[in-house]
């Protein structure tokens, strides 16, 4: 199980673990620790909050290792002992699907990117999830060492490390920052370099990113390259958080060089494995090239990572929306939508009165059209392996709730065996855990620790009400971005399945019921059912013919805003401002322009059924809510000519800076 934690296998490393600690009593002390320093690894590096509290709480109880004494006195008892430094190791394994980089706003424009999924992933030491810097220093107690059962003071200072991190992995940023104080008073006289970077973690969680700075550069041991991988890793990612996105791509740069670095070490020692973090840090630099508009090395990174990441639902929605991004720019084009550049091309054919101008047409295919047409590029750039993504997110999604419920069945039938247990004999009084461990009989300092253990359960509580949430956002960004990709690819019915599947979540956002009924109208218009696709969208008509705003724009923001708002201790960040390149593709359609989408939508609907002045009317006012759309435009040229009004259409287009004239050697027939 050493070997499959080096290789970062955690999940198999998990599985042979467990049985060892539910039957962990007859195993002698010194094994023992070893098993659940290295399962609270193994389950911080998961993101198992549950069962890594269960470990905390076992070890209080049966090394007597809670902290329930006067810390000064812990502190000076912890001066006492002999200096034994510990190394701070950048350990961040795969985590929760958020993060996002709290706030990794890489949220695109509808139809492509989702508008509230990256929120949540966290950009420090992994993107990954959660709200701290990715757990990034780990002292490694799984390996064997000579001074692994020493003194209980040492024990302490070792258990406080993973109490801080399960809170910080839990984000309860008051307890933590609490906890975070009692072990910077009992590591005093020793290396505080782990201690340091958790503070750093804290404070970066708390959105305090220039102390989160100060604290990550002051310990003095950064000659080592897992310790600059770390530096450079950390640093990215709170450049991330300050939009500073190209220097943070440099910084990723130069983590992910001396992360492989280590793999060139001769010999190749076990523990470089572990230590090496380039998957994550590739994960990471892909992030950026997203937010930066750079698809193809995004999907470069993203095959990197995939070794480690691969079982991850938001990773491969992540995977997909590189392929969005190329069709948003003009990359790629698609036989069921139209290419999203911002040019619309005109030819001018023939001369004198048999002079015609021509609309360009889409192309048809999905292909590559700046990026060549080389297999590498098409197998990373396309929206077939878009849809591949986004169904591998989905089958891992469901794969996950369904254990879930699972684990809570089994749960509530253990529950209840124990009530009928209790009832009939005298048992012994143990606190509830979320998953099975042994039991031992509770000592005195349990109760000396009820108020932390009460933090510790609270902090479980609120983790999975914030994972439940996350998990309902990347639901929502994997059906609507699945519903487009099916339009585009020219498959109504699975589109409108998608579609309709997106508008039965339960606790739906509003702009991604906004999303799921627009796409189902289009699907349904492809499939001819006209009157059921004008009933999806005249779900925002009022009685005046008038449409109401289908979301607002405290939905469109409310995600970031909560994100760093965390906790009562949390810090407001000072967001930079975003620039030209990056605002262009990380902002989702305001509400005004959502309700232009539907004006344009309806007027069309219109305008197909015969309607000629009621499409009229709603592609005018579409159109005037969208005055740089090339959709809006060629909807309301069209429109324009039904109504023969030729010379209307010819003027709107002389109007629009969006339009490109070309002269064409084509003779026009006469």
């Known amino acids: 199980m050493i070997f499959l934690y080096h290789l970062h296998d955690y999940e198999s490393a998990l599985s042979v673990l467990e049985p060892l600690y539910r039957n962990i009593e007859p195993i002698d002390e010194t094994t023992a620790l070893h098993v659940c320093f290295l399962l609270l690894d193994i389950t911080l590096a998961l993101q198992d909050a549950s ?26 008892t912890v001066q006492q002992q002999p200096a034994q430094p510990k190394p701070a190791k950048s350990n961040t394994p795969p985590d929760s699907d958020s993060n996002t980089c709290p706030g990794g706003s890489e949220i695109l424009s509808v139809g492509s990117f989702s508008d509230d999924t990256l929120e949540f992933e966290s950009f420090y030491s992994t993107l990954d999830g959660g709200n701290h810097l990715g757990r990034p220093i780990l002292n490694e107690f799984s390996r064997a060492s000579a001074d692994l059962a020493a003194t209980a003071a040492d024990l302490k200072v070792r258990l406080q490390i993973y109490k801080v991190r399960l809170l910080l992995l839990t984000r309860n940023l008051k307890v933590a920052k609490r906890e975070l104080k009692v072990l910077m008073n009992m590591a005093r006289g020793r290396d505080s370099s782990t201690e340091l970077l958790l503070k750093s973690q804290l404070e970066y969680a708390r959105g305090n990113y220039r102390k989160a700075v100060k604290l990550l550069s002051t310990p003095n041991n950064r000659t080592e390259p897992v310790m600059l991988a770390m530096f450079y890793n950390n640093l990215g ?42 998957c994550l840090i590739s994960y990471n630099c892909g992030i950026q090239h997203l937010m930066c508009g750079k698809p193809l090395l995004a999907a470069r990174c993203f095959r990197e990572a995939m070794p480690l990441l691969y079982h991850r639902p938001l990773f491969w929605l992540r995977f997909a929306e590189c392929s969005l991004l190329a ?101 012994m009084s143990v606190e509830s855990k979320v998953h099975s461990g042994p039991t031992t009989n509770a000592n005195g300092e349990q109760k000396g620790a009820a108020s932390l253990n009460a933090a510790l359960q609270s902090s479980l509580a609120m983790y999975d009400d914030i994972i439940r949430k996350e998990n309902l956002k990347i639901r929502q960004a994997i059906l609507g971005d699945l519903a487009f990709v099916e339009l585009c690819l020219e498959n109504p019915l699975k589109a409108l399945s998608t579609a309709n599947s997106l508008l039965q979540v339960p606790d739906c956002s509003r702009m991604y019921l906004f999303l799921g009924h627009v796409y189902a109208a289009e699907a349904l218009c492809l499939l001819n059912r006209l009157k059921e696709a004008v009933d999806q969208l005249t779900v925002y008509l009022r009685d005046d013919n008038a449409i109401e705003l289908p979301y607002s724009v405290e939905n469109r923001e409310k995600a970031p805003v909560e994100k760093d708002s965390d906790g009562e201790d949390s810090v407001t960040p000072a967001m930079t401002k975003l620039t030209s390149e990056e605002s262009q593709h990380s902002m989702s359609l305001k509400p005004e322009e959502a309700c232009g989408v539907l004006y344009v939508d309806l007027g069309m609907t219109a305008a197909v059924q015969g309607e000629l002045e009621q499409a009229n009317y709603l592609v005018s006012r579409g159109f005037a809510m969208l005055p740089n759309s090339p959709r809006a435009l060629l909807a309301s040229i069209y429109v324009d000519l039904l109504q023969g009004k030729v010379q209307e259409a010819i003027g709107k287009l002389r109007r629009c800076r969006n339009v490109r004239f070309k002269t064409s050697s084509v003779a026009a027939s006469r």
């Open 51 to 76: 069962k890594a509290a269960d470990v905390i709480q076992y070890l209080e109880r049966s090394f007597g290792v809670a902290n329930t004494g006067n810390q000064n006195e812990i502190a000076s």
């Open 237 to 278: 990612c709170i450049l991330h958080q300050q939009r500073s996105n190209h220097t943070s791509v440099l910084c990723f740069s130069k983590a992910l060089k001396y992360s492989l670095s280590l793999r060139s070490e001769k010999p190749l020692k076990l523990s470089a494995l572990s230590q090496d973090k380039s």
């Open 327 to 427: 069709l948003e720019m003009g990359f790629l084009t698609a036989s069921g939508a139209t290419s999203c550049k911002d040019e619309i091309e005109i030819y001018v054919v023939g001369s004198g009165k048999w002079r015609h101008l021509v609309i360009s047409p889409v192309n048809s295919g999905s292909h590559l059209s700046d990026f060549g047409s080389s297999g590498e590029h098409e197998n990373l750039i396309s929206l077939r392996f878009a849809r591949q993504c986004l169904l591998n997110a989905q089958l891992l999604m469901d794969a996950s709730e369904q254990k879930k419920m699972v684990i809570s069945d089994t749960e509530e039938c253990n529950q209840g065996s124990q009530c009928q247990k209790s009832s009939g004999q005298n048992t």
